[in-house]
């Protein structure tokens, strides 16, 4: 299995924007649902959103509010989050994780090293 890639962290003001990316290369991607996850320093880590293999099905956590938005391309093995109405709040590094349960039965468990996201003025 690949480990995934993220992209797209960066140093944003409050109220303002980013697309996050992650690309994880497996044939099976499609496969594979998708989660988001934060974790920032001194608190517990979420999990944000997720997709379903084939994009159908997507789930947010309350924080969100309508303010992110996960999609996916399975033709470039890539899901992404975009975020708007950033809040300091969302400072926090974001991983991806990739996760389908194998043929034979055991879960396959993919994270990303993670992108850091500061929301500040």
């Known amino acids: 299995q690949v480990q995934p890639g993220e992209s797209g962290g960066d140093l944003v003001q409050p109220g303002g924007w980013l697309r996050l990316s992650c690309v994880a290369a497996?044939?099976?991607?499609?496969?594979?649902?998708m989660r988001w996850y934060r974790h920032d320093p001194g608190k517990e880590r979420e999990l944000v959103e997720s997709?379903?293999?084939?994009?159908?099905?997507?789930k947010y956590a309350e924080f969100v509010n309508d303010r992110f938005a996960i999609s996916r391309d399975n033709n470039k093995d890539t899901v992404y989050m975009d975020m708007v109405s950033l809040k300091p709040d969302d400072t926090a590094v974001y991983y991806c994780?990739?996760?389908?349960?194998?043929?034979?039965?055991?879960?396959?468990?993919?994270w990303g090293k993670g992108t850091p996201v500061t929301v500040s003025s």
């Open positions: 994780n990739a996760k389908r349960t194998a043929s034979w039965g055991a879960t396959i468990d993919l």
């Open positions: 497996e044939p099976r991607f499609s496969m594979y649902d």
């Open positions: 997709i379903s293999g084939g994009g159908l099905n997507t």
